[in-house]
């Protein structure tokens, strides 16, 4: 399968360059047909794009070609082939054919081709001089200023590609004809290989004389960067890739764009057209330098002098003329520290390791092993691996993976604890295989591999549990149990899971105080606020008295063995006050959380307890995110991620990435937050991660009123939140729902998402994810049955916000009230609510709810009949549409719908508005006063009213929005 990016990459500064000399060619075409003398400054040129195979000196040149079609050019096309060296005018002859095709370059096209079948007849080198100003002149002149006849009425652009195959007369006469360009309509461009300028090739003299000489430009096409291998595979895939994807094809392809393509088509492996081109390649070269590259590239992509010499078993100079022609043919190129050398693309290497004997491989890593004395052990591991010595390859493996463990270089890590898995002799004792599977899987949790990373907690707890450890067992469930919730392990599963482990470390208060620490994470996480603190003060107390002042009475307890690694204290107190900070954030006690969180950060970034420190980073800023917040949010998140980053802590980071991107759409950043919210789902991982992602891409969609696909990532959240059971990844899709359903008309819906999510918050006393729901829920209610509902609606949520006092939610009462007042009519009432509401979201830096909520002032300001403060109100808001990126203003939020009666009970409803009896309505109708009283009571059920001066209200309201254009 071809894979081709749909749009050019990282070319912008070479393209702008282009346009430049377009626009020289294009006004000296201008100047000629004015008659002007002269001009200002050169107009045309020849210019030579240059650089790699594969690195897209092709594409661009067809991006010139197409621009300057589109700028009314002629374009001359012609290429040069493998063998034209050795043909003279080669490319002109496919340059007379191009030219032959236009009837304004058909006489001249002719005339070219006729002059090259007589230099084939002639002595060529006898009248070379002047046949290359006599094609030169014939090429150029249908568009010579100086022979208007037949000229072409625009500027012509002649491309030539792949130089580096044409040969000296095409050559000698694209320099004239360049040279010529200056004075004329005329753009020349030219591609070539700048790796295939071996000696003796035409073009390599040709190339440096017009340079120096001053006669052509050339600019080098340099190979992409990692964002900007990240953007053409995102252009190519349409979608953002996981970054360890595109690092892997940066690093294989070297950001040569042909070779990213080909390695995204490929997937694992040298994609095979690679591979044969390098080794159609090395097929050139000598015996010699060919083994000597084999060798090469099983010491790797770097290779030192030394150690390459010493594997060989050939003398210095046997290996300088090797390296000498590799050189020459562009396989290898010195390194800066002349201590070693580099093979020119990772393919090369690649494509020559795979086609080495399997045999002599293998004897070449031993070699390579026994010879690497004081070299890393993650480099003599490999190689010892590679060998198939095993034992010796475990013993560098482990040692490796402790030291990149240490230095937080976990993707490093992960490797080399697979590596020393894979090798672990046979003999290796239980024990010793349960802690290296423990390290391996809090390295594997680091860098996000969380379902490999459970797997190795679950082997290591039951080789514990096989050799009697049962304090080694249980040690290691917090951890496994925090894997398992990444991967969508519901609470009760967590909290057994934690209860049972308690009875193995009953004589280890350190350890118990560090599962009850756990228990007080998975209940927090469920925002069970008030089983969190009480395990958490049970984990406080045990963590005192592990440090001495609780010793077991050996009358009560049997001894106990000791823990292999008892927990730090340090760690678990680090934990223990980011866990209860949180607690204390979402129960409204806002300093307490903070204070606790900002210490956590710090005294854990202090001890380098990387773990602890990002996840205290995640606590608070994820916490603030919700809790509108959002300058203390960003604040912890920026950070938070920089330091994840550097710790490679992967899922930390990626988690923390999705709640910016919440911040982003919370402020009104619509863009930047579909953005980063696509990278948190792209880089995979965590199921936590995902959720709040997809979260936010509906949150954007709904921004953009595209309401599928705002339902699709929604409901998706809500699949994947409900293996969970947890508040806080249900109810943030349930919301997002509900508004979706009311956008769309969908009110019954919209009621009923509402009352899940009162529910769901209700059993856990919570109110920071009810706040969203109590505006929406208000106007569901209001278009479904009326006020009574949307008064009951309020009562039931405003408890609970008033209860938590959490001040970024409480804004949401007065907005509400707002708006069931100016459904009843009360329009003084209303705006006096809906003025504090507004204020109180603008302060807020809520952009959802404050931008709605100046169209429902607009609203009221309409009923009010204050027309100049309604037309400011939707001023306003469609500002903040358009600084959200979201172009002109949406439509309102869905308005209460009044409820329809039939014309009898209108009739009705209009003289209980003037204050009629049941007996007078009945006498005005001509019915008996009995079916009267059954109007007067279906009508309060359709209004969702109890009074009749409600009825009264309504009838008012309905007459003002009647009238309203």
Not at 125 to 143: E, G, K, Q
Not at 320 to 342: I, N, Q, S, W
Not at 465 to 485: I, Y
């Amino acid at each position: 399968m071809t894979l081709t990016s749909p749009v050019l990459i990282g070319r912008d500064d070479l393209l702008a360059l282009a346009q430049r000399r377009l626009a020289a060619a294009a006004a000296s075409n201008s100047a000629a047909a004015s008659n002007s003398a002269a001009l200002s400054s050169p107009s045309g040129e020849l210019l030579l794009l240059a650089g790699e195979a594969g690195i897209g000196k092709t594409r661009l040149l067809g991006e010139i070609t197409r621009r300057a079609r589109d700028e009314g050019f002629t374009v001359l096309a012609a290429g040069a082939s493998p063998g034209d060296t050795e043909i003279a005018g080669g490319l002109l002859a496919d340059l007379g054919t191009e030219m032959r095709r236009s009837p304004a370059t058909r006489a001249a096209g002719e005339r070219l081709q006729q002059r090259l079948r007589e230099l084939a007849d002639g002595d060529q080198h006898r009248r070379r001089r002047l046949l290359v100003a006599d094609l030169a002149d014939v090429i150029a002149s249908p568009f010579s200023p100086a022979e208007p006849p037949g000229a072409l009425a625009g500027p012509v652009l002649v491309a030539c590609e792949d130089l580096h195959w044409a040969d000296d007369l095409t050559l000698d006469v694209l320099g004239r004809l360049g040279a010529r360009a200056r004075t004329m309509p005329l753009l020349v461009v030219g591609t070539y290989r700048s790796d295939e300028l071996y000696p003796r090739v035409p073009m390599r003299q040709w190339r440096t004389r017009l340079l120096t000489q001053r006669l052509a430009e050339e600019v080098r096409l340099h190979r992409l960067d990692p964002a900007q291998t990240a953007a053409m595979a995102a252009a190519i895939a349409g979608a953002d890739l996981p970054t360890a994807v595109t690092a892997s094809v940066h690093a294989r392809s070297d950001g040569i764009p042909l070779h990213v393509e080909e390695f995204l088509a490929a997937g694992d492996g040298v994609p095979e057209t690679l591979a044969d081109a390098v080794l159609a390649r090395a097929a050139r070269l000598s015996p010699s330098a060919k083994a000597l590259a084999e060798v090469a590239s099983v010491l790797g992509r770097s290779f030192g002098l030394d150690l390459l010499t010493t594997i060989t078993g050939a003398g210095p100079s046997a290996v300088d003329d090797g390296l000498r022609e590799l050189t020459a043919h562009f396989f290898v190129v010195p390194r800066a520290d002349r201590d070693g050398y580099d093979f020119r693309h990772a393919l090369i290497r690649d494509a020559l390791y795979a086609d080495i004997a399997p045999h002599r491989r293998r004897d070449l890593h031993a070699r390579a092993a026994a010879a690497a004395t004081g070299f890393p052990d993650a480099f003599i591991s490999d190689q010892y691996e590679r060998a198939g010595l095993t034992d010796r390859a475990f013993e560098h493996a482990s040692r490796a993976a402790a030291e990149a463990s240490a230095m937080s270089a976990h993707r490093e890590a992960v490797q080399l604890y697979q590596r020393a898995r894979r090798t672990w002799p046979p003999t290796l004792a239980p024990a010793d295989r349960a802690t290296l599977l423990a390290a391996l899987a809090a390295e594997l949790a680091a860098v996000d591999d969380n379902t490999e990373a459970a797997a190795c907690y679950e082997q290591a707890h039951r080789l514990r549990l096989a050799l009697g450890d049962g304090p080694g067992a249980a040690s290691l469930v917090p951890d496994w149990v925090a894997v398992r919730h990444l991967l969508g392990a519901a609470l009760d599963e967590r909290t057994t899971a934690l209860r049972a482990a308690l009875p193995l470390v009953a004589g280890h208060p350190a350890e118990r105080g560090r599962i009850h620490a756990a228990l007080a994470a998975a209940y927090m996480l469920d925002r069970r606020l008030t089983e969190s603190i009480t395990d958490g003060e049970v984990a406080r107390t045990l963590t005192a008295s592990a440090a001495g002042a609780l010793t077991p009475s050996l009358a009560d307890n049997p001894p106990t063995p000791a823990l292999a690694d008892p927990p730090n204290p340090d760690q678990v107190r680090c934990d223990l006050d980011a866990t209860l900070g949180s607690v204390y954030l979402f129960a409204g006690r806002m300093d307490e959380g903070t204070a606790l969180l900002r210490g956590a950060i710090a005294h854990a970034s202090e001890l380098r307890l990387e773990a602890q420190a990002a996840r205290a980073y995640r606590m608070l800023g994820s916490s603030m995110s919700v809790l509108v917040e959002y300058a203390q949010a960003e604040d912890a998140l920026t950070q938070g991620i920089a330091y994840a980053a550097r710790a490679e802590r992967v899922n930390d980071e990626h988690y923390m990435t999705a709640h910016l991107a919440h911040v982003r759409w919370a402020t009104g950043a619509i863009d930047e937050a579909a953005r980063l919210a696509q990278h948190a789902l792209a880089e995979g991982g965590g199921i936590t991660t995902e959720i709040t992602a997809r979260h936010v891409l509906g949150y954007v969609a709904l921004a953009h009123g595209t309401a599928d696909v705002a339902e699709s990532h929604l409901t998706e959240a809500d699949r994947l939140g409900s293996a969970m059971r947890e508040l806080q990844r249900l109810s943030p899709a349930w919301w997002g729902l509900a508004e979706t359903a009311l956008a769309g008309g969908d009110v019954a819906t919209a009621v009923d998402r509402c009352e899940l999510g009162f529910a769901a918050s209700a059993r856990v006393r919570d109110a920071a994810y009810l706040f969203p729901y109590v505006v929406t829920g208000t106007r569901a209610h209001l278009a479904a049955t009326g006020p009574t509902a949307a008064r009951d609606w309020l009562g039931r949520t405003s408890e609970l916000l008033r209860e938590r006092g959490i001040p970024g939610t409480l804004g949401a009462i007065d907005h509400a009230l707002g708006l069931i007042l100016l459904h009843e009519g009360q329009t003084g009432k209303a705006r006096d609510a809906l003025d504090r509401a507004a204020a109180f979201w603008s302060a807020r830096g809520r952009f959802w709810e404050g931008t709605a909520v100046l169209l429902d002032q607009a609203r009221c300001a309409t009923r009010s009949r204050r027309p100049a403060a309604a037309a400011a109100c939707r001023e306003a808001a469609a500002a903040a549409y358009r600084k959200a990126g979201l172009g002109g203003l949406l439509p309102a939020p869905a308005a209460p719908r009044l409820p329809a009666l039939s014309a009898r009970e209108m009739e009705v409803a209009l003289l209980v508005a003037e204050g009629r009896t049941n007996r007078e309505i009945a006498a005005a109708l001509t019915i008996a006063p009995k079916t009267a009283a059954a109007h007067v009571e279906h009508i309060r059920t359709k209004l969702g009213v109890s009074r009749r001066a409600q009825i009264a209200t309504w009838v008012t309201a309905r007459s003002r929005a009647a009238a309203t254009p």
